[in-house]
């Protein structure tokens, strides 16, 4: 189940959150506790009943290792943690990776050796993340090992079991006992809620699926670009990505806040940074976070001395992975690269002190290498991704709008469309993010008419059949 | 204001505003779908293939028991009777047999066909792709979304006599084709190529129509004379082969060399493949006295 489908929001999300707040009422301890975990269980099930069972074997054996971390003492607790580690990488290659590893190995190998395709779990490459973090997290004591129900529950919560906010243990179990209180959210935080909700949904609906359409068409018609036409599709493609996973973040806050846990936010403003650093500062947080804490800094520590060489190297080396995370695809590890050589250079360029760019000037250059390192990410294979590259500096044809006139294709769609594309676009570039907007929210007059207006608008969009499932799900 | 009140007013308003609009697409109903659609006459102004699948569900088993099922060079034959039934024609441009299945499955539950004329052309069985979501078109878009408000508004500037577009399709479903003369228009090579799908579909669809009583006649639309010489060898083995693959039915070939005067006539065509009105109308009168000989003769 989808968070842009009428199921979810008019029928799984109220139901959920009135189960919740009439479980209050139950003389049962931990009572809306169980029915979030129940509810995770239905909505992760919705999509694939039978990889319930990975889930919840995930959750189980990673349980068990962190009670034997938190039992321990050295060096079995190190042993422990490697293990588990081995365990979750496994478990995340066995669905993801093993025959992209396999294909890329010599020739005969390919051939005679290759694993059956599984049909990975729904987002198992969030959870495993979740689940390491935990796992380290209980290593380093920064949390003692929590029971199987409270893990349970945080790790099949279902506004992020699929693509996030990644949610580090400590920030979400520690809210488990006002979850269980006798208070619900406040009514401050159901509107917040509801008006962040209303911000995600016509980000993705509106926003998203009309840059997606426009993007499709681009690079489906490689062939034919001209210069000036391959950086507007790419462009799309980047504010197609923003709008659809930066919705689906908000819903998934809005989702959480309902019931009332805060989960981290994603997304703040990424296309209003002046430099690629500003830039994964604001975009995917949880997962820059991540690769900060988790896979950046051990690197670096295992440098004999922190230098802007060894910097570089651990950077470019966590940004790889980071791209590779995504999926098995030469196209992502380019991605990576292509973010990790940026953020190399311009932490060279801050370290040496080298002149300050004008700000318009960093801007450009920050959207432009974000647009390079997308047409990776989109492409299906390095070729067509090289083809593209050719078509943005220019070769054969530097102008030309043909394509941009075909885009949104004819009728009254091509208006809505080219609306809708209009629209995002002056969001992106003028508005505040959905994040600070929500942050900032009061209930005055105006918000009452803009989130009323938002929902119908996107109700409209969904019930004319137009929306399309999430990126990240296929992540 | 208090975020309670806030929260009531905001619900309350996004709940009155739908239900308004809903309530709104209701009455109007340019589909044919919430009241009785016996006797009325729908036209659809925008979005023909979204139109002709909620009109299939209720308003053509109501008011029809022929169907004509093709591709946009039949779209605009107007047959209003043939052999008694009245026809609505469900072609639609540009359109697989795969389409034309979804479409056709809607009128078929509650409708009861005497006479289907299925037209053979390779568009039909070239591919099996599916437009603007047919696939998952529910009827709850009837209750407010583009498509509905577009032909709602369409509707009220035509009967306010305000007409700057013209109608997708008229009561009987004939649609009216943008008239841009083009008669050297090349056939694509790859125009000929038939997909194993689309051909289980078409001859699923022919089973399921003649399961439920219905006769069928296959109909080859006419070529305009030098493009169909040009490719006369490729339109014959494409025939040859269909006609092996599909269940036998009697067939009107209008290629045929009795034809040739009309195909030869730049009048009578918008460019090499789709019929001017004066050539449609022709072959709409030929159509009224052919398929019943050729039901009778079985051939």
């Known amino acids: 189940m989808n968070f842009n489908t009428f199921n979810y929001i008019l029928l799984f999300l109220p139901i959920v959150f009135i189960a919740c707040n009439l479980a209050r009422r139950l003389p049962v301890p931990k009572a809306p506790q169980i029915c979030i975990l129940l509810a995770s269980t239905v909505f992760y099930s919705w999509f694939k009943p039978s990889h319930i069972a990975y889930l919840l074997g995930s959750i189980v054996v990673n349980w068990q290792i962190a009670r034997l971390i938190g039992n321990a003492a050295q060096p079995w607790r190190k042993h422990y943690l490697k293990a588990g580690l081995v365990l979750n990488l496994g478990f995340l290659c066995t669905f993801k990776y093993v025959n992209f590893f396999l294909s890329n190995i010599p020739y005969s190998v390919h051939h005679h050796f290759r694993a059956p395709e599984f049909a990975f779990p729904l987002g198992i490459s969030f959870f495993t993340l979740t689940q390491i973090m935990y796992l380290v997290d209980c290593y380093e004591e920064l949390l003692p090992p929590s029971s199987l129900f409270d893990h349970a529950t945080f790790v099949s919560f279902f506004p992020y079991v699929i693509s996030g906010p990644i949610s580090r243990a400590k920030r979400i179990l520690h809210q488990f006992p006002s979850l269980n209180g006798d208070v619900g959210p406040s009514a401050d935080t159901l509107a917040r809620a509801t008006y962040l909700f209303t911000l995600g949904l016509i980000k993705k609906v509106v926003f998203a699926d009309a840059f997606s359409k426009a993007a499709d068409y681009g690079f489906g018609n490689v062939g034919n670009l001209s210069a000036f036409e391959a950086w507007c599709f790419a462009s799309a493609f980047a504010l197609q990505m923003y709008f659809d996973f930066s919705g689906y973040s908000d819903m998934a806050i809005a989702s959480a806040l309902f019931l009332g846990i805060e989960v981290p936010r994603n997304f703040d403003g990424p296309f209003r940074a002046t430099s690629i650093i500003e830039f994964w500062k604001r975009w995917h947080i949880t997962l820059t976070s991540f690769i900060t804490t988790y896979i950046y800094t051990p690197l670096l520590q295992s440098f004999r001395r922190a230098t802007l060489a060894t910097s570089a190297v651990a950077t470019l080396i966590a940004m790889t992975l980071a791209g590779l995370w995504h999926g098995p695809n030469w196209t992502f590890v380019v991605f990576g690269a292509i973010h990790g050589t940026g953020l190399a250079v311009n932490q060279y360029w801050r370290k040496k002190k080298m002149p300050d760019m004008s700000k318009p000037v960093g801007w450009l250059l920050t959207f432009a290498l974000v647009d390079i390192a997308f047409v990776f990410f989109r492409s299906p294979n390095l070729q067509t991704a090289g083809l593209f590259f050719s078509r943005l500096f220019g070769w054969p044809q530097p102008l030309g709008i043909d394509n941009l006139h075909k885009m949104n294709g004819v009728g009254p769609m091509f208006a809505v469309l080219a609306l809708s594309q209009f629209a995002g676009t002056v969001a992106v570039a003028c508005r505040k993010s959905s994040d600070q907007l929500a942050r900032e929210f009061k209930p005055t007059w105006s918000n009452y008419a803009a989130t009323a207006a938002y929902a119908l608008i996107a109700f409209l969009y969904l019930n004319s059949n137009v929306a399309r499932p999430f990126l990240y799900f296929a992540f | ?299």
């Open chain 2, 1 to 299: 204001m208090t975020s309670r009140r806030w929260i009531l007013l905001t619900f309350a308003t996004i709940i009155a505003l739908a239900g308004m609009s809903a309530a709104i697409c209701v009455a109007v109903d340019p589909y044919g779908l919430w009241r009785d659609p016996a006797g009325r006459k729908l036209t659809v102004y925008d979005f023909e293939r979204k139109a002709k699948f909620f009109l299939s569900r209720r308003y053509v088993p109501a008011n029809f028991d022929g169907l004509i099922i093709g591709p946009s060079c039949s779209a605009n034959w107007n047959v209003p009777l043939i052999a008694g039934a009245r026809i609505y024609n469900e072609s639609l441009p540009g359109g697989s047999v795969a389409e034309e299945q979804i479409v056709v499955n809607q009128a078929l539950p509650k409708g009861h066909y005497r006479l289907v004329v299925m037209i053979l052309w390779p568009t039909m069985t070239s591919h099996h792709d599916i437009n603007e979501g047919l696939d998952k078109s529910e009827k709850v878009e009837t209750l407010g979304s583009f498509h509905v408000y577009d032909n709602e508004v369409a509707s009220a500037l035509h009967a306010w006599h305000i007409r700057f577009h013209k109608s997708d399709a008229a009561p009987d479903g004939q649609v009216e084709l943008p008239y841009r003369k083009r008669l050297s228009l090349p056939i694509p090579p790859d125009f000929f190529q038939v997909d194993p799908v689309a051909l289980e579909d078409f001859r699923d669809l022919v089973q399921s129509l003649r399961s439920r009583g219905a006769s069928i006649v296959y109909v080859v639309p006419p070529i305009y004379e030098p493009i169909y010489r040009l490719n006369q060898p490729a339109f014959e083995n494409y025939l040859y082969t269909v006609r092996q693959l599909l269940p036998s039915a009697p067939i009107i070939d209008l290629n045929g060399s009795e034809y040739t005067g009309f195909r030869s006539d730049p009048d009578n065509y918008i460019d090499t493949v789709h019929l001017a009105p004066q050539g449609a109308a022709t072959v709409s009168a030929l159509l009224q006295k052919l398929v019943p000989d050729a039901i009778a003769s079985g051939n």
